[in-house]
């Protein structure tokens, strides 16, 4: 059965709940229940002339394969309207004209770099600097407690996005060691998707984008962009050089990353995996951090399950859980 782009039933119900605002007498769920249960039959016979390519269930089903098994992502059925589009930019790009051929070529070679566009293709991307803003002040005070008692702290950012997350991280240290030049902090920033990591590791921002810095750290932190990058806000030097950025996909075998790590922030990327994958995750982050490391999560994430793993500080921050036998 093709599936059904740009009329689903929840949008088409939506329009006629419009509608509705203007009749006398309210319509009653069944009522609605009705035209909606119309919608998605009228739905599924319309989108072939809508649309310009055919995505059949069978195609989105071999879609969620291909993602779950590359980079763990679960894409849920309400996904499918996200796919259609951006998959549909690859196919033009590759010149194919089918779904089904263009999935061939992914399955046709472990190798080919079509791969790395349908991962980017795929992930959501989406963050800000000083997201969750209740995460720095903890950060500050770790660092703070932990700065006497190491020569290097390291910090590992594994779902970096475009950059504002770690650039938070590092405005944050920059603050705390205030009267150093050169913090003992390295921040490495990964990320699965290679090219928001590039937008990262560029650290150029138009002003929409850096509207939650506050104005002091953003005239500390941050240069006026000059000549193309007029307008925009560029990361100073001061920053820069605590941090590294390389792709990394957390499903990889083999992470490069150099321990023991003082903090991870895994935030509101777990949120795309299931609780195995997730569990994987979290048995691989441990052995990895200081017995006094910091793990902050996303706000709608949970690892109280993996208690054996980690223990909630509460706020979405997790330590290393004590292994039976420590002190
Ligand atoms: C919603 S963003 C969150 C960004 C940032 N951590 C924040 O909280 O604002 C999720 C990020 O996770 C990355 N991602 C998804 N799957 C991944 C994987 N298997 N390995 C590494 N990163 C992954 C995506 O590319 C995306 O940039």
Known sequence: MALTYGTTPSRFATGLSKTSQSQEKPMTLTERLAIVRQAG???SSSDKSEHEFSFKSVDFDRVRRLIYAKAGISLSTSKQDMVYSRLSRRLRATGKKTFSDYLDILENSKETPEWEQFVNALTTNLTSFFREPHHFPILADHLRKIAPLRHQINIWCCA???????????????DTFMNKAAP???????????????????GVYTPDRTEKIPPEQLKRYFSKGIGKQEGSFCVRAELRRMMTFQRLNLLDPLWLVKGP????????VMIYFDKATQYKILTRFMPLMQPDGLLFAGHSESFLYASDLFQSLGKTVYQPARQSGSA
């Open 261 to 268: 790590l003082d903090v991870i922030f895994c935030r509101n």
């Open 41 to 43: 039959q009228m739905s």
């Open 160 to 174: 970096a996005s475009t950059g504002e997350e770690p650039y938070s991280i590092a405005m944050t240290v920059a």
């Open 184 to 202: 003992p902090v390295s921040i490495f920033c990964s990320d699965l998707d290679t090219e928001v990591l590039r937008t990262a590791e560029k």
